[in-house]
């Protein structure tokens, strides 16, 4: 029986971020409950981790299933899962090599210290990294420096050396940062953070060609726009190209800490005491994984995804219309709707509020409102999301 709200006491948790005063207790599919029994349609879906809605019943039977036979062996002995799952990430991509981690930011920890790892061996020392303006890559040290995010560089100075910054889409200033320090190029092929920004497919294939006549290696970061959330298995696929590293999170655990950092046979150069982690491999949660990647590679799912992004930008593109808002973008279920006036935040905090049932989305500028709903979300939940956002958007736009 659910607790009532007032006697629910969270003090001893850290303030990291502002909190509604609910506490989420339930969730099935694309919906979640609170403790009040309020239910939320959920199209945030965890920043885009639960890539199978709530409650997924294959992964649960994963999870039950591992949880019986073993749960932590230690990293330093082989587990069945770590090799089923590394199995299924190369068969299905471009790389041979795979390190799990518990987090994207800690896969991208990874892909640092790899490429420069391989700048050591191959280019002298090389160990800058090209990053772009207004991405995102994560909340370590490292990883907040290599991001783009405004404000970042002085948050918790001083910033890690190393990450020159360049304009997404265009391949001259990029050009312009490139010196004999430079070993790799890391970017997000949809930065998702920055307002969901799709890198165009002439620069993605412009890039790739430039950075191998340079001899650098180039980093896509899918910790977002990963395992099924473009329509593609994994985003780079969209664009005809093979980067050398790639990183995942958020969906490949549908919900459990799991990432991974993949690279080829030719840059996967960690010798021993070089990369680690108590959990990393961990058979619970790769057991999950499998079950996502799994469902993911059903038979026509990720026609489904693309099928489901394509519905959303047809009626967010009519909210578009009917409100003289400024437009959408995005690719497959990461998308976005560009106010052209900055109520994204206020339009966050009245879709939570609404009645009888709230609504989850998310505003990360402003002026603009960004959706990561459930890979298998319905049709109908899709339109329905977009008629409590054409309420709201009739009492304030």
């Given at each position: 029986m659910n607790k009532p709200l007032q006697t629910i006491d969270t003090h001893s948790v850290m303030f990291i971020t502002p909190r509604p005063e609910v506490v989420m207790v339930e969730g099935k599919g694309s919906w979640l409950t609170d403790n009040n029994g309020k239910r939320y349609l959920d199209f945030l879906q965890g920043w885009a981790v639960n890539c199978l809605g709530h409650g997924n019943p294959g992964m649960i039977e994963a999870l039950n299933a591992q949880a019986k036979k073993l749960i932590n062996p230690s990293p330093a002995f082989y587990n069945e899962p770590m090799i089923g799952l590394s199995n299924l990430l190369t068969e299905n991509s471009c790389f041979n090599k795979v390190?799990?981690?518990?987090?994207?930011a800690e896969a991208n920890?990874?892909?640092?210290?790899?490429?420069r790892k391989?700048?050591?061996?191959?280019?002298?020392?090389?160990?800058?990294?090209?990053?772009?303006?207004?991405?995102?890559?994560?909340?370590?040290?490292?990883?907040?420096?290599?991001?783009g995010k405004p404000n970042w560089d002085t948050m918790f100075a001083p910033q890690v050396a190393g990450f020159p910054k360049a304009d997404l889409n265009d391949l001259e200033s990029v050009k312009k940062l490139v010196t004999d320090k430079t070993v790799a190029v890391m970017l997000e092929p949809v930065q998702g953070e920055g307002g969901v920004i799709p890198a165009t497919p002439e620069f993605m294939r412009e890039l790739r060609k430039f950075t191998k006549e340079n001899n650098i290696l180039l980093i896509a970061d899918e910790v977002q726009a990963g395992c099924g959330?473009?329509?593609?298995?994994?985003?780079?696929?969209?664009y005809g190209i093979e980067p050398d590293i790639m990183t995942l999170g958020k969906g490949i655990g549908g919900g459990v800490p799991l990432a991974a950092l993949l690279a080829t046979d030719a840059v996967a150069c960690f010798v021993?005491?070089?990369?680690?982690?108590?959990?990393?491999?961990?058979?619970?949660?790769?057991?999950?994984?499998?079950?996502?990647?799994?469902?993911?590679?059903?038979?026509?799912?990720?026609?489904?995804?693309?099928?489901k992004g394509a519905l959303l930008k047809s009626e967010l593109l009519k909210l578009c219309a009917e409100f003289n808002l400024e437009g959408e973008r995005g690719e497959g279920l990461l998308r976005a709707l560009m106010l052209g006036k900055d109520i994204g935040p206020k339009?966050?905090?009245?879709?939570?509020?609404?009645?009888?049932?709230?609504?989850?989305?998310?505003?990360?500028?402003?002026?603009?409102?960004r959706f990561m709903p459930a890979l298998n979300?319905?049709?109908?939940?899709?339109?329905?999301?977009?008629?409590?956002?054409?309420?709201?958007?009739?009492?304030?736009?």
């Amino acid at each position: 029986m659910n607790k009532p709200l007032q006697t629910i006491d969270t003090h001893s948790v850290m303030f990291i971020t502002p909190r509604p005063e609910v506490v989420m207790v339930e969730g099935k599919g694309s919906w979640l409950t609170d403790n009040n029994g309020k239910r939320y349609l959920d199209f945030l879906q965890g920043w885009a981790v639960n890539c199978l809605g709530h409650g997924n019943p294959g992964m649960i039977e994963a999870l039950n299933a591992q949880a019986k036979k073993l749960i932590n062996p230690s990293p330093a002995f082989y587990n069945e899962p770590m090799i089923g799952l590394s199995n299924l990430l190369t068969e299905n991509s471009c790389f041979n090599k795979v390190f799990f981690a518990n987090s994207g930011a800690e896969a991208n920890e990874g892909a640092i210290k790899l490429a420069r790892k391989w700048g050591q061996l191959n280019k002298s020392g090389a160990f800058e990294i090209i990053t772009f303006d207004h991405s995102f890559h994560g909340r370590t040290l490292a990883t907040m420096s290599a991001s783009g995010k405004p404000n970042w560089d002085t948050m918790f100075a001083p910033q890690v050396a190393g990450f020159p910054k360049a304009d997404l889409n265009d391949l001259e200033s990029v050009k312009k940062l490139v010196t004999d320090k430079t070993v790799a190029v890391m970017l997000e092929p949809v930065q998702g953070e920055g307002g969901v920004i799709p890198a165009t497919p002439e620069f993605m294939r412009e890039l790739r060609k430039f950075t191998k006549e340079n001899n650098i290696l180039l980093i896509a970061d899918e910790v977002q726009a990963g395992c099924g959330r473009t329509g593609a298995l994994f985003a780079y696929q969209n664009y005809g190209i093979e980067p050398d590293i790639m990183t995942l999170g958020k969906g490949i655990g549908g919900g459990v800490p799991l990432a991974a950092l993949l690279a080829t046979d030719a840059v996967a150069c960690f010798v021993p005491g070089d990369q680690g982690g108590t959990y990393n491999g961990n058979p619970l949660m790769t057991a999950v994984g499998i079950s996502v990647i799994e469902q993911l590679l059903a038979p026509g799912f990720l026609d489904s995804v693309k099928a489901k992004g394509a519905l959303l930008k047809s009626e967010l593109l009519k909210l578009c219309a009917e409100f003289n808002l400024e437009g959408e973008r995005g690719e497959g279920l990461l998308r976005a709707l560009m106010l052209g006036k900055d109520i994204g935040p206020k339009l966050v905090e009245l879709a939570r509020d609404r009645s009888p049932e709230g609504l989850l989305i998310n505003s990360p500028r402003p002026n603009l409102l960004r959706f990561m709903p459930a890979l298998n979300v319905s049709d109908d939940e899709i339109r329905q999301m977009c008629n409590m956002l054409r309420e709201l958007l009739k009492d304030i736009a």
